[in-house]
Protein backbone atom coordinates (compact mmCIF):
# COMPACT_ATOMS: atom_id res chain seq x y z
CA UNK A 1 0.00 0.00 0.00
CA UNK A 2 2.60 2.36 1.13
CA UNK A 3 4.57 1.44 -2.33
CA UNK A 4 1.76 1.89 -4.11
CA UNK A 5 1.16 6.10 -2.95
CA UNK A 6 4.04 6.64 -3.27
CA UNK A 7 4.48 5.55 -7.05
CA UNK A 8 1.09 7.54 -6.94
CA UNK A 9 2.83 10.95 -5.45
CA UNK A 10 5.71 10.54 -7.50
CA UNK A 11 3.99 10.60 -10.91
CA UNK A 12 1.93 13.37 -9.90
CA UNK A 13 4.94 15.40 -9.16
CA UNK A 14 6.69 14.37 -12.46
CA UNK A 15 3.17 15.35 -13.97
CA UNK A 16 3.37 18.87 -12.07
CA UNK A 17 6.15 19.52 -13.32
CA UNK A 18 6.03 18.87 -16.68
CA UNK A 19 3.30 21.14 -16.80
CA UNK A 20 5.34 23.71 -15.21
CA UNK A 21 8.42 22.85 -17.95
CA UNK A 22 5.77 23.02 -21.24
CA UNK A 23 4.06 26.21 -19.90
CA UNK A 24 7.79 28.01 -19.36
CA UNK A 25 8.43 26.94 -22.95
CA UNK A 26 5.30 28.57 -24.24
CA UNK A 27 5.34 31.20 -22.40
CA UNK A 28 8.72 31.99 -23.78
CA UNK A 29 7.65 30.70 -27.38
CA UNK A 30 5.09 33.11 -26.95
CA UNK A 31 6.92 36.28 -25.89
CA UNK A 32 9.71 35.28 -28.77
CA UNK A 33 7.05 34.98 -31.05
CA UNK A 34 5.72 38.81 -30.44
CA UNK A 35 8.97 40.38 -30.60
CA UNK A 36 8.96 38.80 -34.03
CA UNK A 37 6.07 40.53 -34.74
CA UNK A 38 7.48 43.58 -33.81
CA UNK A 39 10.36 43.29 -35.49
CA UNK A 40 8.48 42.27 -38.73
CA UNK A 41 6.06 45.55 -38.29
CA UNK A 42 8.77 48.10 -37.64
CA UNK A 43 10.50 46.92 -40.82
CA UNK A 44 7.44 46.85 -43.04
CA UNK A 45 7.11 50.52 -41.83
CA UNK A 46 10.47 51.59 -42.26
CA UNK A 47 10.15 50.14 -46.10
CA UNK A 48 6.71 51.50 -47.02
CA UNK A 49 8.08 54.68 -45.54
CA UNK A 50 10.82 54.79 -47.90
CA UNK A 51 8.22 54.32 -50.81
CA UNK A 52 6.23 57.03 -49.80
CA UNK A 53 8.88 59.23 -49.83
CA UNK A 54 10.23 58.09 -53.20
CA UNK A 55 6.61 58.35 -54.47
CA UNK A 56 6.22 61.97 -53.26
CA UNK A 57 9.19 63.13 -54.98
CA UNK A 58 6.70 63.32 -58.17
CA UNK A 59 5.27 66.25 -56.33
CA UNK A 60 2.10 64.28 -57.30
CA UNK A 61 -0.25 62.61 -55.13
CA UNK A 62 -1.03 59.53 -57.15
CA UNK A 63 -3.84 56.44 -55.63
CA UNK A 64 -0.63 54.19 -55.22
CA UNK A 65 0.69 56.57 -53.02
CA UNK A 66 -2.60 56.83 -50.60
CA UNK A 67 -2.76 52.80 -50.98
CA UNK A 68 1.07 53.12 -48.97
CA UNK A 69 -0.29 55.60 -46.92
CA UNK A 70 -3.14 53.30 -45.80
CA UNK A 71 -1.28 50.16 -45.99
CA UNK A 72 1.82 52.02 -42.95
CA UNK A 73 -1.24 53.52 -41.10
CA UNK A 74 -2.90 49.55 -40.90
CA UNK A 75 1.08 48.54 -39.72
CA UNK A 76 1.12 50.93 -37.58
CA UNK A 77 -2.41 50.44 -35.68
CA UNK A 78 -0.83 46.39 -35.63
CA UNK A 79 2.38 47.67 -34.06
CA UNK A 80 0.31 49.38 -31.10
CA UNK A 81 -1.18 46.22 -30.18
CA UNK A 82 1.69 44.16 -30.20
CA UNK A 83 2.82 46.78 -27.60
CA UNK A 84 -0.13 47.08 -25.83
CA UNK A 85 0.12 43.11 -25.47
CA UNK A 86 3.86 43.28 -24.74
CA UNK A 87 3.09 46.26 -21.71
CA UNK A 88 0.03 44.01 -20.84
CA UNK A 89 2.68 40.32 -20.51
CA UNK A 90 5.34 43.02 -18.62
CA UNK A 91 3.14 44.18 -16.06
CA UNK A 92 1.82 41.01 -15.60
CA UNK A 93 5.08 39.55 -15.07
CA UNK A 94 5.97 42.33 -12.58
CA UNK A 95 2.64 41.44 -10.25
CA UNK A 96 3.87 38.05 -10.39
CA UNK A 97 7.56 38.85 -9.26
CA UNK A 98 6.91 41.01 -6.91
CA UNK A 99 4.65 38.55 -5.31
CA UNK A 100 7.21 35.99 -5.61
CA UNK A 101 9.94 38.88 -4.10
CA UNK A 102 7.13 39.31 -1.07
CA UNK A 103 7.20 35.41 -0.11
CA UNK A 104 10.85 34.75 -0.26
CA UNK A 105 11.17 37.87 2.13
CA UNK A 106 8.94 35.86 4.00
CA UNK A 107 10.52 33.09 4.16
CA UNK A 108 13.44 34.73 4.91
CA UNK A 109 12.71 36.20 8.00
CA UNK A 110 11.15 32.79 9.05
CA UNK A 111 14.41 30.93 8.78
CA UNK A 112 16.44 34.09 10.00
CA UNK A 113 14.56 33.75 13.19
CA UNK A 114 15.13 29.99 13.76
CA UNK A 115 18.73 30.54 12.98
CA UNK A 116 18.83 33.27 15.67
CA UNK A 117 17.51 30.98 18.09
CA UNK A 118 19.84 27.90 17.02
CA UNK A 119 22.83 30.42 17.32
CA UNK A 120 21.86 31.61 20.67
CA UNK A 121 21.20 27.98 22.28
CA UNK A 122 24.57 27.06 20.85
CA UNK A 123 26.20 29.91 22.60
CA UNK A 124 24.13 29.50 25.43
CA UNK A 125 25.37 25.89 26.04
CA UNK A 126 29.04 26.53 24.31
CA UNK A 127 30.58 25.15 27.31
CA UNK A 128 31.68 21.37 26.38
CA UNK A 129 31.09 20.09 30.08
CA UNK A 130 27.38 21.32 29.81
CA UNK A 131 27.02 18.79 26.75
CA UNK A 132 29.13 16.19 28.01
CA UNK A 133 27.28 15.88 31.69
CA UNK A 134 23.27 16.29 29.34
CA UNK A 135 24.95 13.03 27.74
CA UNK A 136 25.98 11.14 31.41
CA UNK A 137 22.62 12.12 32.52
CA UNK A 138 20.64 9.96 30.20
CA UNK A 139 18.64 7.31 31.72
CA UNK A 140 19.76 4.17 29.43
CA UNK A 141 22.14 3.82 26.63
CA UNK A 142 19.38 4.56 24.03
CA UNK A 143 18.80 7.98 25.47
CA UNK A 144 22.54 9.18 25.75
CA UNK A 145 22.99 7.68 22.08
CA UNK A 146 20.50 9.53 20.92
CA UNK A 147 21.37 12.97 22.89
CA UNK A 148 24.76 12.73 21.47
CA UNK A 149 23.89 12.24 17.73
CA UNK A 150 21.67 15.29 18.66
CA UNK A 151 24.54 17.11 19.89
CA UNK A 152 26.92 15.63 16.96
CA UNK A 153 24.28 16.99 14.27
CA UNK A 154 23.63 20.26 16.05
CA UNK A 155 26.69 22.06 14.14
CA UNK A 156 25.39 20.68 10.28
CA UNK A 157 22.28 21.30 11.29
CA UNK A 158 22.94 25.60 12.16
CA UNK A 159 25.62 24.74 8.89
CA UNK A 160 22.48 23.90 6.49
CA UNK A 161 20.21 26.45 7.72
CA UNK A 162 22.67 28.80 7.50
CA UNK A 163 23.30 27.86 3.28
CA UNK A 164 19.39 27.80 3.24
CA UNK A 165 19.31 31.49 4.16
CA UNK A 166 22.20 32.00 0.82
CA UNK A 167 20.56 29.95 -1.26
CA UNK A 168 17.11 32.26 -0.48
CA UNK A 169 18.74 35.91 0.08
CA UNK A 170 20.82 34.77 -3.96
CA UNK A 171 17.34 34.07 -5.10
CA UNK A 172 16.14 37.55 -3.70
CA UNK A 173 18.76 39.30 -4.98
CA UNK A 174 18.15 37.97 -8.82
CA UNK A 175 14.35 38.45 -8.47
CA UNK A 176 15.10 42.24 -7.19
CA UNK A 177 17.41 41.91 -10.33
CA UNK A 178 15.10 40.63 -12.58
CA UNK A 179 12.06 42.87 -11.75
CA UNK A 180 14.08 46.27 -12.03
CA UNK A 181 14.47 45.06 -15.47
CA UNK A 182 11.30 44.20 -15.88
CA UNK A 183 10.23 47.67 -14.80
CA UNK A 184 12.76 49.27 -17.17
CA UNK A 185 11.34 47.45 -20.20
CA UNK A 186 7.79 48.46 -19.21
CA UNK A 187 8.76 51.75 -19.07
CA UNK A 188 10.65 51.63 -22.38
CA UNK A 189 8.16 49.63 -23.91
CA UNK A 190 5.42 52.77 -22.73
CA UNK A 191 7.38 55.41 -24.14
CA UNK A 192 7.50 53.64 -27.45
CA UNK A 193 4.06 52.90 -27.43
CA UNK A 194 3.83 56.93 -26.96
CA UNK A 195 5.98 57.03 -29.53
CA UNK A 196 3.35 55.42 -32.15
CA UNK A 197 0.58 56.62 -30.98
CA UNK A 198 1.91 60.38 -31.94
CA UNK A 199 3.18 58.81 -35.29
CA UNK A 200 -0.09 57.38 -36.23
CA UNK A 201 -2.04 60.43 -35.44
CA UNK A 202 0.27 62.16 -37.95
CA UNK A 203 0.22 59.58 -40.79
CA UNK A 204 -3.98 59.38 -40.27
CA UNK A 205 -3.81 63.39 -40.85
CA UNK A 206 -1.80 62.98 -43.63
CA UNK A 207 -3.78 60.16 -45.10
CA UNK A 208 -7.17 62.52 -44.97
CA UNK A 209 -5.08 65.35 -46.51
CA UNK A 210 -3.90 62.80 -49.21
CA UNK A 211 -7.31 61.90 -49.69
CA UNK A 212 -8.97 64.91 -50.36
CA UNK A 213 -6.14 66.11 -52.44
CA UNK A 214 -7.69 63.39 -54.65
CA UNK A 215 -11.09 64.02 -54.40
CA UNK A 216 -11.54 66.05 -57.52
CA UNK A 217 -9.90 62.93 -59.63
CA UNK A 218 -13.19 60.86 -58.34
CA UNK A 219 -14.60 60.45 -62.23
CA UNK A 220 -10.95 59.31 -63.62
CA UNK A 221 -10.62 56.27 -60.54
CA UNK A 222 -14.58 55.06 -61.29
CA UNK A 223 -13.44 54.69 -64.99
CA UNK A 224 -10.24 53.25 -63.50
CA UNK A 225 -12.01 50.71 -60.98
CA UNK A 226 -14.66 49.55 -64.00
CA UNK A 227 -11.32 48.74 -66.27
CA UNK A 228 -9.65 47.30 -63.46
CA UNK A 229 -13.11 44.72 -62.80
CA UNK A 230 -12.74 44.01 -66.17
CA UNK A 231 -9.14 42.71 -66.60
CA UNK A 232 -9.61 40.84 -63.22
CA UNK A 233 -12.38 38.83 -64.32
CA UNK A 234 -10.37 38.18 -67.28
CA UNK A 235 -7.34 37.24 -65.27
CA UNK A 236 -9.34 35.11 -62.91
CA UNK A 237 -10.98 33.26 -65.87
CA UNK A 238 -7.74 32.73 -67.49
CA UNK A 239 -6.37 31.17 -64.35
CA UNK A 240 -8.85 28.94 -63.29
CA UNK A 241 -9.54 27.53 -67.49
CA UNK A 242 -5.38 27.01 -67.65
CA UNK A 243 -5.71 25.04 -64.01
CA UNK A 244 -8.92 23.39 -65.41
CA UNK A 245 -6.93 22.42 -68.36
CA UNK A 246 -4.04 21.06 -66.24
CA UNK A 247 -6.38 18.98 -63.93
CA UNK A 248 -8.52 17.33 -66.60
CA UNK A 249 -4.62 16.22 -68.35
CA UNK A 250 -3.44 14.87 -65.35
CA UNK A 251 -6.87 13.37 -64.32
CA UNK A 252 -6.51 11.73 -67.94
CA UNK A 253 -2.91 9.84 -67.37
CA UNK A 254 -4.03 8.88 -64.25
CA UNK A 255 -6.90 6.99 -66.05
CA UNK A 256 -5.19 5.48 -68.69
CA UNK A 257 -2.19 4.02 -65.58
CA UNK A 258 -5.36 2.45 -63.75
CA UNK A 259 -6.07 0.83 -67.29
CA UNK A 260 -2.27 0.15 -68.13
CA UNK A 261 -2.23 -1.41 -64.93
CA UNK A 262 -5.59 -3.61 -64.89
CA UNK A 263 -4.94 -5.06 -69.04
CA UNK A 264 -2.73 -8.23 -69.24
CA UNK A 265 -1.20 -8.13 -73.33
CA UNK A 266 0.52 -10.65 -75.24
CA UNK A 267 4.57 -10.16 -75.67
CA UNK A 268 3.53 -9.32 -79.41
CA UNK A 269 1.27 -6.96 -78.04
CA UNK A 270 3.54 -5.46 -75.89
CA UNK A 271 6.14 -4.95 -78.77
CA UNK A 272 3.23 -3.42 -81.16
CA UNK A 273 2.88 -0.78 -78.50
CA UNK A 274 5.81 -0.26 -76.96
CA UNK A 275 6.33 2.98 -77.99
CA UNK A 276 2.73 4.22 -77.20
CA UNK A 277 3.38 2.63 -73.70
CA UNK A 278 6.76 4.82 -73.33
CA UNK A 279 4.73 7.88 -73.57
CA UNK A 280 2.64 6.40 -70.87
CA UNK A 281 4.66 5.15 -68.80
CA UNK A 282 6.67 8.87 -68.59
CA UNK A 283 3.53 10.18 -67.66
CA UNK A 284 3.22 8.02 -64.80
CA UNK A 285 6.30 9.10 -63.83
CA UNK A 286 5.08 12.81 -63.99
CA UNK A 287 1.86 11.75 -62.10
CA UNK A 288 3.71 10.70 -59.48
CA UNK A 289 5.99 13.27 -59.14
CA UNK A 290 3.01 15.30 -59.17
CA UNK A 291 1.53 13.50 -56.00
CA UNK A 292 5.02 13.62 -53.79
CA UNK A 293 4.77 17.78 -54.68
CA UNK A 294 1.47 17.97 -53.49
CA UNK A 295 2.42 16.27 -50.02
CA UNK A 296 5.42 18.35 -49.83
CA UNK A 297 3.98 21.50 -50.70
CA UNK A 298 0.88 21.10 -48.43
CA UNK A 299 3.29 20.39 -45.04
CA UNK A 300 5.01 23.52 -46.09
CA UNK A 301 1.82 25.99 -45.30
CA UNK A 302 3.32 28.93 -43.58
CA UNK A 303 6.63 28.16 -44.32
CA UNK A 304 7.24 28.95 -47.86
CA UNK A 305 9.92 32.15 -49.35
CA UNK A 306 8.53 35.57 -49.82
CA UNK A 307 8.35 35.50 -53.98
CA UNK A 308 10.96 38.73 -53.73
CA UNK A 309 14.00 39.44 -51.56
CA UNK A 310 12.25 42.36 -49.90
CA UNK A 311 8.18 44.06 -50.10
CA UNK A 312 5.12 44.29 -48.28
CA UNK A 313 2.07 43.37 -48.72
CA UNK A 314 -0.42 46.27 -49.90
CA UNK A 315 -3.27 44.38 -50.95
CA UNK A 316 -4.58 41.47 -49.32
CA UNK A 317 -6.50 38.59 -50.38
CA UNK A 318 -10.81 39.21 -50.74
CA UNK A 319 -12.57 41.92 -51.15
CA UNK A 320 -11.81 45.56 -49.58
CA UNK A 321 -12.89 49.01 -49.68
CA UNK A 322 -11.62 51.31 -52.72
CA UNK A 323 -8.88 54.00 -51.33
CA UNK A 324 -10.78 57.16 -52.37
CA UNK A 325 -14.68 55.94 -53.90
CA UNK A 326 -17.06 55.73 -50.84
CA UNK A 327 -19.00 53.09 -50.12
CA UNK A 328 -17.31 51.37 -53.65
CA UNK A 329 -15.74 47.99 -52.94
CA UNK A 330 -12.48 46.78 -55.45
CA UNK A 331 -13.09 43.67 -57.51
CA UNK A 332 -12.23 40.65 -55.33
CA UNK A 333 -8.67 39.78 -54.92
CA UNK A 334 -7.64 36.27 -56.01
CA UNK A 335 -4.13 36.63 -54.36
CA UNK A 336 -2.05 39.50 -52.94
CA UNK A 337 -0.36 42.72 -54.48
CA UNK A 338 3.42 43.13 -52.94
CA UNK A 339 4.87 46.61 -53.17
CA UNK A 340 9.02 45.89 -53.73
CA UNK A 341 11.71 47.74 -55.53
CA UNK A 342 11.54 48.79 -59.13
CA UNK A 343 13.33 46.03 -61.13
CA UNK A 344 13.47 43.31 -58.56
CA UNK A 345 13.36 40.08 -59.37
CA UNK A 346 10.70 37.42 -58.50
CA UNK A 347 11.26 33.74 -57.17
CA UNK A 348 9.42 30.35 -57.18
CA UNK A 349 7.85 29.56 -53.55
CA UNK A 350 8.47 25.94 -54.00
CA UNK A 351 9.77 23.34 -56.53
CA UNK A 352 7.60 22.84 -59.56
CA UNK A 353 6.92 22.94 -63.51
CA UNK A 354 6.51 25.94 -65.52
CA UNK A 355 3.02 25.19 -67.31
CA UNK A 356 2.20 28.33 -68.83
CA UNK A 357 3.91 32.13 -69.69
CA UNK A 358 1.04 34.44 -71.04
CA UNK A 359 0.71 38.00 -70.98
CA UNK A 360 -2.74 39.36 -69.87
CA UNK A 361 -3.72 43.32 -70.40
CA UNK A 362 -3.51 44.90 -66.83
CA UNK A 363 -1.23 42.69 -65.50
CA UNK A 364 1.23 42.36 -68.04
CA UNK A 365 3.39 39.14 -68.08
CA UNK A 366 2.21 36.31 -65.89
CA UNK A 367 3.77 32.63 -65.17
CA UNK A 368 1.83 29.61 -63.91
CA UNK A 369 3.57 26.92 -62.02
CA UNK A 370 2.32 23.90 -60.93
CA UNK A 371 3.10 22.22 -57.86
CA UNK A 372 1.34 18.84 -57.74
CA UNK A 373 -1.89 19.71 -57.16
CA UNK A 374 -1.12 23.12 -56.21
CA UNK A 375 -0.30 26.25 -58.69
CA UNK A 376 1.55 29.72 -58.14
CA UNK A 377 0.99 32.47 -60.11
CA UNK A 378 3.43 35.44 -60.72
CA UNK A 379 2.00 38.65 -62.29
CA UNK A 380 2.66 41.81 -63.75
CA UNK A 381 6.26 40.60 -64.90
CA UNK A 382 8.11 42.70 -67.17
CA UNK A 383 11.25 39.82 -68.20
CA UNK A 384 10.39 36.38 -67.80
CA UNK A 385 13.18 34.14 -67.42
CA UNK A 386 11.85 30.92 -67.86
CA UNK A 387 9.43 28.89 -70.65
CA UNK A 388 7.17 26.13 -70.55
CA UNK A 389 8.09 22.84 -69.29
CA UNK A 390 11.17 24.20 -66.90
CA UNK A 391 11.52 23.16 -63.58
CA UNK A 392 12.38 25.46 -61.07
CA UNK A 393 13.57 25.09 -57.50
CA UNK A 394 12.16 26.69 -54.29
CA UNK A 395 14.17 30.45 -54.95
CA UNK A 396 14.48 29.91 -58.54
CA UNK A 397 14.26 32.78 -60.80
CA UNK A 398 10.90 33.52 -62.72
CA UNK A 399 11.27 36.71 -63.59
CA UNK A 400 11.87 40.70 -62.93
CA UNK A 401 9.23 43.41 -62.57
CA UNK A 402 9.19 46.85 -64.15
CA UNK A 403 12.57 48.88 -63.55
CA UNK A 404 10.97 52.09 -64.33
CA UNK A 405 9.38 54.73 -61.75
CA UNK A 406 9.72 54.62 -58.12
CA UNK A 407 7.53 50.90 -57.01
CA UNK A 408 7.20 48.33 -58.62
CA UNK A 409 4.24 45.37 -57.21
CA UNK A 410 3.80 41.79 -57.69
CA UNK A 411 1.33 40.19 -58.35
CA UNK A 412 1.13 36.89 -56.20
CA UNK A 413 -2.11 33.95 -56.35
CA UNK A 414 -1.87 30.11 -54.65
CA UNK A 415 -4.03 27.70 -55.56
CA UNK A 416 -5.39 24.08 -54.46
CA UNK A 417 -6.89 22.87 -57.80
CA UNK A 418 -9.22 25.12 -58.89
CA UNK A 419 -9.61 26.92 -55.11
CA UNK A 420 -8.48 29.40 -54.48
CA UNK A 421 -6.10 30.21 -51.38
CA UNK A 422 -5.07 33.23 -49.23
CA UNK A 423 -1.42 33.18 -49.93
CA UNK A 424 -0.68 34.91 -46.62
CA UNK A 425 -1.53 32.09 -44.58
CA UNK A 426 0.97 30.17 -46.94
CA UNK A 427 4.00 32.45 -46.65
CA UNK A 428 6.26 32.58 -43.74
CA UNK A 429 5.65 35.35 -41.40
Not at 213 to 227: A, H, P, T
Request: with cysteine; charged share 25%.
Amino acid sequence: MMRTCTIILLAAIMQMLQCICSSVYAQTREIESQKEMIRKLEADISYLDSQIKSTQKQKVNTLDGLVLIQRKISNRKKLLEELDSEIRRQTREIGNTQSNIRLLERRLDTLEHYYRNMVYNAYKHRDAKVWFMYILASDNLEQGYRRWSYLKNYSKTINAQAGKIRELKDEHTAELGKLQKLKSGNIAAQASRTKEYNKLTAEEKQGKAYARSLDKKQNEYKRQLSQKRQQADRLAKEVERMIAAEIKRQQEIARRQAELAGRSQSDSQKTSTAGKEQIISLEMQEYANNTRLSGSFAINRGKLPFPVASGVIVEQFGVHPHPTLKNVMLPFNNGINISTKPGAGVMAVFDGVVKQVIAIPGYNQCVLVQHGQYFTFYCKLAEVGVKVGDKVSTGGAIGRLESGGNTATLHFELWNGTTKQNPELWLKK
